[in-house]
Each structure stands twice: as structure tokens, then as C-alpha cells.
């Protein structure tokens, strides 16, 4: 896009090693990560746009402060300050949610490289343009708004690397234990009830149709919870919840009639919930395709123990059917990237 001939005279004066600062304010990295408001601060009096790259940078007064190194080696939590003519920029925060996923890129370059465009007769009389001759090429999170007003918007900046008290991403990582919510998205566990969440047997075999080899399917088992029910011991039960886990499971360890009032997630006493220790060995009673193996009371009061079918469910075991699944090598399954359980298919 040509420019006029008052800037191209202007940056003809200017020395050819001189520097010009470009910023790129991207304001919304989540929702349009490609959308971005070009602008420079109208340094060395040049006040019209300039392109460079074949993009044009409009002139915004702009002020800066603490973007340099400090002598003791704490990371620069920089201020800029951006001119609001015309509310410009309040426009831009109101329709981005005042810059909440928005980050700023600061690229410092010598004249004698920016694009011929810039220049009389578009040639660039000190050299050969080359935009990818940058000095230096920063790019800063705007962490929070602190003043704006109809003459500038003031924003703290903060470097992408600068996390401290953050959790990444957005949750705390654990070795040893898995983090994911039992039943939830990452476990993508949803087999039958295998034992209390201290990792302890239930009182009761899980009897009916949740004990049998065939493949676990709780909508059509029937097995959800029940108002003015006889439930006996051992008999399953599940919950549907509004937030992940969307299903718990219990297991009946005392005969009673179900009511509002012993729900099981207000009365605990007729009830044992399904639950994992988070434990790679939980992890493992789960995912292996081998069999559960129950120990307790059965239904008729005597010492039982029953081993049942534990099925890979079919949401890990994808378009592959086989019993060849393996949970990945010293890992939790959701350690791991897969696409329909790529990480549990024998791949030797």
C-alpha cells in the first residue's frame, strides 16, 4: 500500500541505521488468534502509517516504561500506555472482553529495512528491504488494564513465562497420583463399580447384572437410581450430577426402601460410593483387560467371591475390538496422547 510523499521525504532524512519499534496487539488470542491491530509511536517524527511486511503499522502515540533488563535479573513487568483518540482502543476492549486473552508483540528494526513501498519511486535507497532483519522481537501478555480515559489506555504487561501462582493448564500436576476427576474427562473410565475410593472392597458383591462377563452398559442395564425402590444388598445404583463426574455409582450395603430422603448423595448409610485412589494401581484394576475380582458377603449372607469380565470400555478401545490394550508404561491414561485409545493397542 503506497504511502505518501511527506513520510517518504521524512524517512529520507532519517539516518538509515536509525530504529523504528512496531507493535502488533493481538486481542484476542483465544477466540480470533489471527486477528491483530497493527500500530507504531510515531518515533523520529515520523507520524503516518509505515508498512512493513506488507503491513501497514498506523501511528498511535504511544509511552512505555521498565521494558528493559534491570540489574537484578527479576522479570520486567513493563507499562504501556496507548493513545485513545477518537476511543480507538476502547472500541477494540469493549468488543475483546477488555483484553483478557490479549498479548502485544514489539519488534525494533533499522530503517534501511523496512519495505520499498516506504520510499519515493518505491525503491529503498539504503539497501535491500528485509523485514526479517529484526533487532529484537518481544512478545508480552497484557496482564490488566489500569487506567483508560478518552486521551490513553494504560496496561501492565507481563512476559509469557512469568507464572508465578499459576497452574498450567490451569490445574496442578502430580506425579505420583492421577488428577483427574473419577468418572470424568480425562479419567474416561466408565465400566463397572470396582471398589471404595480407600481402595477397599465393598461390603457386598455387586450382584444382578452390574457382576455378569458381559459388556458394562449402565443405560441399558437400567441401574439408575430410583425413588420408592426396594433396594438389597449388593444391588448398583448410579447418579446422574449436573458437573463432572456426570455419573457416580454406589453400591447397596443395607436392605431399605429408597426416598428422597436416602438419596445417596444425602444419606451414605444404606450406601458405599465407587471411588479410586488415584493410584497407578487403581488405574490398573480398571484399564487392563482382565478381570475384576470381588471378595465380601454375597446377596444370601455368605462369604463369596466372584471375578468378572473387566472390558476395556469402548471409548478407549476405539475401532479395535481386541483385548490388546495396556495402560501406557508408568503412566496414567490421560498421561498420554491418543486418539480413541491409540495409547492401549498392543503396537508391536
Not at 181 to 210: H, K, L
Amino acid at each position: 500500500m503506497p504511502i505518501n510523499d511527506k513520510i517518504s521525504r521524512d524517512l529520507i532524512d532519517v539516518e538509515p541505521t536509525a530504529i523504528l519499534e512496531f507493535y502488533q496487539l493481538y486481542a484476542n488470542t483465544a477466540g480470533r488468534p489471527d486477528d491483530c491491530f497493527y500500530f507504531h509511536p510515531c518515533s523520529l517524527g515520523l507520524t503516518q502509517q509505515i508498512v512493513l511486511n506488507g503491513k501497514s503499522y498506523l501511528p498511535v502515540a504511544v509511552e512505555v516504561e521498565d521494558f528493559e533488563t534491570n540489574v537484578f535479573n527479576r522479570i520486567a513487568r513493563p507499562r504501556i500506555r496507548v493513545g485513545n483518540q477518537g476511543l480507538v482502543i476502547s472500541d477494540i476492549l469493549l468488543k475483546n472482553n477488555d483484553f483478557k486473552y490479549a498479548k502485544i508483540v514489539r519488534k525494533k528494526i533499522f530503517i534501511k529495512y523496512i519495505d520499498d513501498v516506504n520510499f519515493d519511486g518505491g525503491v529503498n535507497p539504503f539497501g535491500v528491504a528485509d523485514p526479517n532483519a529484526e533487532i529484537s522481537s518481544e512478545t508480552f501478555v497484557i496482564s490488566q488494564k489500569l487506567q483508560e480515559n478518552k486521551n490513553f489506555v494504560e496496561f501492565e504487561l507481563t512476559a509469557p513465562f512469568d507464572l508465578e501462582n499459576f497452574n498450567v493448564p490451569g490445574r496442578l500436576v502430580l506425579g505420583r497420583y492421577c488428577y483427574w476427576q473419577y468418572r470424568g474427562v480425562g479419567c474416561n473410565y466408565f465400566g463397572r463399580p470396582v471398589c471404595q475410593e480407600n481402595d477397599q472392597q465393598f461390603t457386598y458383591i455387586p450382584t444382578g447384572n452390574a457382576a455378569t462377563g458381559a459388556a458394562f452398559d449402565y443405560n441399558t442395564l437400567n441401574l439408575e437410581w430410583k425413588d420408592a425402590t426396594i433396594y438389597e444388598p449388593g444391588s448398583v445404583a448410579f447418579v446422574i450430577t449436573s458437573k463432572d463426574p456426570f455419573v457416580t455409582f454406589y453400591v447397596c450395603k443395607e436392605q431399605h426402601v429408597s426416598s428422597v430422603n436416602n438419596h445417596p448423595s444425602l444419606d451414605a448409610s444404606p450406601w458405599q460410593k465407587d471411588g479410586c485412589s488415584k493410584l497407578i494401581s487403581a488405574c490398573r484394576k480398571r484399564f487392563v483387560n482382565t478381570g475384576i475380582y470381588y471378595s465380601g458377603q454375597a446377596p444370601d449372607n455368605v462369604t463369596g467371591q466372584v471375578t468378572v469380565s473387566n472390558l476395556v470400555p469402548q471409548s478407549l478401545a476405539g475401532e479395535d475390538k481386541s483385548s490388546n490394550f495396556y495402560l501406557p508404561f508408568g503412566g496414567f491414561p490421560a498421561t498420554d496422547k491418543y486418539s480413541y485409545g491409540a495409547s492401549f493397542r498392543n503396537r508391536t
